[in-house]
């Protein structure tokens, strides 16, 4: 029978560490007052964590959240839609968008267009990871948490197939 196991790629500790990084690099980079929109739901805990470093730093962001989705199981679909929107409005803010991890950049470039076109005044992108060379559109993320290797990553929000978003590291899906 096919066993599942899940090795560590960055542990709780080296989470800790770089998102304080993280924190540090967002409020050096970024003046005045801050609109966070999270992409739910593989960002939730990033966001939560992020925001905690940046309260020991002094930034008071403004927070809303949208839900996106553009994969299924395994496959990136290439259709974004909007399974839950912001409540508030953007216009005229400068807004940091949040998002898990940056593959194709479909679902960034379309928080992006959508948010641009309401009105944003400045919009900047912190992924909590990346994997290169996977890029299929032009969009950049200002702020990076980590690379990860082209293995399908779980944990600390991320899942499969709804599953593993608790573990408190990040791991990938091996199957033996
Ligand atoms: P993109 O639109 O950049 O192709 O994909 C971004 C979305 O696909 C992410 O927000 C995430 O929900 C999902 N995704 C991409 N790669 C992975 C992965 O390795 N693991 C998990 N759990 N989700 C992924
Ligand atoms: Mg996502």
Do not use: W
Not at 57 to 80: C, K, N, R
Not at 113 to 140: M, N
């Amino acid at each position: 029978m096919a066993e599942l196991s899940i090795p560590v790629l960055y542990s709780a500790e080296d989470i800790r560490d770089r998102i304080d990084e993280l924190a540090h690099e967002i409020s050096q980079n970024m003046s005045g007052e801050v609109m966070i929109v999270s992409l739910l739901r593989g960002s939730f805990m990033f966001t939560a964590d992020l925001i905690r470093a940046m309260y020991h730093i002094g930034v008071q962001p403004q927070i809303d959240f949208m839900t996106l989705s553009s994969y299924q199981g395994a496959q990136s679909t290439h259709e974004v839609t909007i399974n839950r929107d912001i409540t508030d409005s953007v216009s005229g803010k400068t807004v940091l968008i949040l998002d898990d991890i940056l593959e194709t950049g479909r679902t960034l470039s379309y928080a992006t267009k959508l948010l641009k076109e309401r009105g944003a005044k400045e919009l900047k992108i912190a992924v909590l990871l990346e994997k290169p060379g996977k890029l299929d559109v032009d969009v950049r993320a200002d702020f990076v948490g980590f690379k990860v290797p082209d293995k399908f990553v779980v944990g600390y929000g991320l899942d499969y197939d709804n599953h593993y978003r608790e573990l408190p590291y990040i791991g990938y899906l091996e199957i033996h």
